[in-house]
Each structure stands twice: as structure tokens, then as C-alpha cells.
């Protein structure tokens, strides 16, 4: 559908479905996919954005006008957070035994989604690799440390029950946007591609219609399955960004340890070398698991250097 002309051409309701570090696509309702640039402020968009365009020539346009957010997840490149995705229905994390999946990321994913109330899941992938029940109770007693049972754990095999994982998958993911995450090799393509298998095709269509070519590295985009699928993919990506977050709503967001620290003897209490440190003394008797706190001053250190 082309704009009707009133002086000026009227605005277009459009999707945010790609984004190529400075170059975004999106998509309109008549499924038109317009290649979109941001004023001023408006500079920057995230997959997932509900935008009003104004076109400015074939299939570009303006980005004029960026709908309130239901919540907005950020990456970090290089010192600088950026913009990721918004209004998301649930993040899913996937994690396999092999290669070992990092704990660091999982708490950062955790920390990252809490903040930005987005709801989490986990898909542990590869349970063919498994040795059988013993495994998967090691691996979710390991999880809970960091979750506390507060984040679903999915157990499939992408690879060789791919029906099974097909159907579960379904359940989770039907009419909602997810955000897929995962370090390399834990299986995030090839769940991709069983959920949505014109993905690849998708791909190339974004890449023409942005004249991105093969050099793109960081990118991030959206693909539309069956059942009101959407799960937004990103390549390549890092790690969150985090910076917009103050000391303290990190460290609330450390409920474990705000719930040991209210007994600290200081107000203050950074958890180092403080005497009477209810922190320290839960992290000995077991109450607390240690690498939380180490994440958190490791999280605190790299808001800090940003922020001063
Ligand atoms: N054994 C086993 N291997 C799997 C399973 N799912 C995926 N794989 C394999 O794991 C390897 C990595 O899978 P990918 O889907 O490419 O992983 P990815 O997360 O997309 O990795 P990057 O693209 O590098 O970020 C491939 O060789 C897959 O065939 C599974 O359920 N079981
Ligand atoms: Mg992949
Ligand atoms: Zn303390």
C-alpha cells in the first residue's frame, strides 16, 4: 500500500526486524520491508520496535515516531550499551553439557532479563550427550544455584528427538517473541531452523534488501513461523549491556544478597573485608553461593568505570 498523499506523504505502522549495527529494517503491515534511519534522538531502534515511518525514497524511510516500549533488553559493544530488542514476550537461554555452557553468561542473562522484567527460560539442548537421570539432576541442582528455581528448565535434544523438541518447542514459543541466546555451539541455529525452517531463506532477504552482503557481523532479526512464532535470533552476540542500570538497582536486583546484606554491620558494606559481613558469613555456611557475589562486584566494577 503506498502513502496517500496529503502534502506530505502519511505515516506507515511498521516492525523493527533486523538490525545490521546501523543500518535497521523493518517490516510494514503489507509486508513491505523498508530499510529505516533514525533523526536526532531517534538515532537508534531495536528489533522488535513498533515504529511509524515516513518513506523518503524506494523502500527508505524515516523512522518519525518509536511506540512506547513494553521493555527493551540492551548489548554491550565494546564499553558502549546499545540498543538489542523490545517488547518481548520471553528470553530463552540455550545451554547443552557439551561444549560447557558459561556461567557467566547465564548470570548475566539472568540479571539482564530480571531488570528489564522480561520472563526467562532455559532449553538445556543435547540431552542425548547425557548419561541419563543422574546427569540431568546434577545439572539442575548446578542451574539452581543461580536461578533458585525461579526459571523453567526445558530438557530436549534439538538433534536426535527432534519431534519431541518440535512439540515441547511449540508450547513454549506459539504466539510470543522470544529472544533466542546461547554461546556458540549450544544448538540455537538448529533449533531455529526445526522451529522456523524457511529461516535461511529469510536471511538472504534481509541481506538483499539491505545490500548487507556476506561482511555483516553483528546482527539481529526477527523470523515469523507458524503458530504466531516470532524468535529473534542474533548471531555474534557478546554479551548484555548493562550500563543503564545504577549501582544500586544492581544490586537489588541480587535478591539473594540484598536479603543477606540488610544484616551487614555497614550500610554500606561492599562484602570484602568488612567485619561482621552477613554476606561473607552466608557465603561460609553454605547459604549463599559464592560466584553470585563475585558477579555482582565483577557487574559493579564495569557499571562503575563506565559511570565515572
Ligand atoms: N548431540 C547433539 N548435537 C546437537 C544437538 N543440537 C545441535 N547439535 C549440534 O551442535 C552443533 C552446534 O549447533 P548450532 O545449531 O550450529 O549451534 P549455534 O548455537 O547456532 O552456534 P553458533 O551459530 O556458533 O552461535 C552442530 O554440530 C549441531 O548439529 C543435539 O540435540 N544433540
Ligand atoms: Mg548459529
Ligand atoms: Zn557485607
Same mark, same amino acid.
Not at 538433534?159 to 513454549?172: G, N, V
Given at each position: 500500500m503506498k502513502p496517500e498523499k496529503h502534502g506530505k506523504a502519511a505515516l506507515i505502522g511498521a516492525t523493527v526486524i533486523a538490525s545490521y549495527g546501523r543500518h535497521s529494517l523493518a517490516r510494514s503491515e503489507d509486508q513491505t520491508l523498508w530499510q529505516v534511519f533514525g533523526k536526532g534522538k531517534r538515532r537508534e531502534v531495536a528489533v522488535g520496535d513498533r515504529i511509524l515511518i515516513q518513506p523518503s525514497g524506494d523502500n527508505q524511510a524515516w523512522v518519525e515516531q518509536i511506540e512506547a516500549r513494553r521493555n =527493551?533488553?540492551?548489548?554491550?559493544?565494546?564499553?558502549?550499551?546499545?540498543?538489542?530488542?523490545?517488547?518481548?514476550?520471553?528470553?530463552? %537461554?540455550? &545451554?547443552?553439557?557439551?561444549?560447557?555452557?558459561?556461567? !557467566?553468561?547465564?548470570?548475566?542473562? &539472568?540479571?539482564?532479563?530480571?531488570?528489564?522484567? #522480561?520472563? =526467562?527460560?532455559?532449553?538445556?539442548?543435547?540431552?542425548?550427550? %547425557?548419561?541419563?537421570?543422574?546427569?540431568?539432576?546434577?545439572? !539442575?541442582?548446578? @542451574?539452581?544455584?543461580?536461578?533458585?528455581?525461579? #526459571?523453567?528448565?526445558?530438557? @530436549?535434544? #534439538?538433534?536426535?528427538?527432534?519431534?519431541?523438541?518440535?512439540? @515441547?518447542?511449540?508450547?513454549?514459543?506459539?504466539?510470543?517473541?522470544? @529472544?533466542? &541466546?546461547?554461546?556458540?555451539?549450544?544448538?540455537?541455529?538448529?533449533?531455529?531452523? %526445526?522451529?522456523?525452517?524457511?529461516? #535461511?531463506?529469510?536471511?538472504? !532477504?534481509?541481506?538483499?534488501?539491505?545490500?548487507?552482503?556476506?561482511?555483516?557481523?553483528?546482527?539481529?532479526?526477527?523470523?515469523?513461523? !507458524?503458530?504466531?512464532?516470532?524468535?529473534?535470533d542474533s548471531p555474534g552476540f557478546q554479551a548484555f549491556g548493562l550500563n543503564h542500570l545504577s549501582p544500586d538497582e544492581l544490586k537489588d536486583a541480587f535478591t539473594d544478597i540484598a536479603h543477606q546484606a540488610m544484616r551487614c554491620r555497614f550500610a554500606n558494606c561492599q562484602h570484602k573485608q568488612e567485619p561482621q559481613c552477613a554476606v561473607k558469613i552466608a557465603i561460609e555456611e553454605g547459604e549463599l553461593f559464592a560466584p553470585r557475589l563475585q558477579l555482582m562486584q565483577l557487574l559493579l566494577d564495569e557499571i562503575q568505570t563506565t559511570h565515572y
Open positions: =527493551l533488553l540492551y548489548r554491550s559493544d565494546a564499553m558502549r550499551s546499545k540498543l538489542f530488542a523490545s517488547n518481548l514476550d520471553q528470553t530463552i %537461554l540455550v &545451554l547443552a553439557s557439551s561444549p560447557p555452557y558459561s556461567t !557467566e553468561l547465564l548470570g548475566r542473562t &539472568l540479571i539482564a532479563c530480571q531488570t528489564a522484567g #522480561v520472563p =526467562l527460560h532455559i532449553v538445556f539442548n543435547k540431552t542425548d550427550l %547425557l548419561q541419563g537421570e543422574n546427569d540431568r539432576k546434577d545439572i !539442575e541442582k548446578r @542451574l539452581h544455584q543461580w536461578t533458585h528455581g525461579e #526459571v523453567p528448565i526445558h530438557f @530436549l535434544s #534439538v538433534r536426535t528427538q527432534a519431534e519431541q523438541a518440535k512439540e @515441547l518447542l511449540q508450547s513454549l514459543l506459539k504466539n510470543k517473541c522470544s @529472544l533466542i &541466546l546461547g554461546q556458540s555451539g549450544m544448538g540455537k541455529s538448529t533449533l531455529l531452523n %526445526l522451529m522456523i525452517p524457511h529461516a #535461511v531463506a529469510a536471511t538472504n !532477504e534481509v541481506s538483499i534488501a539491505l545490500n548487507a552482503g556476506k561482511h555483516t557481523t553483528t546482527h539481529t532479526q526477527m523470523f515469523e513461523g !507458524e503458530n504466531g512464532i516470532r524468535l529473534i
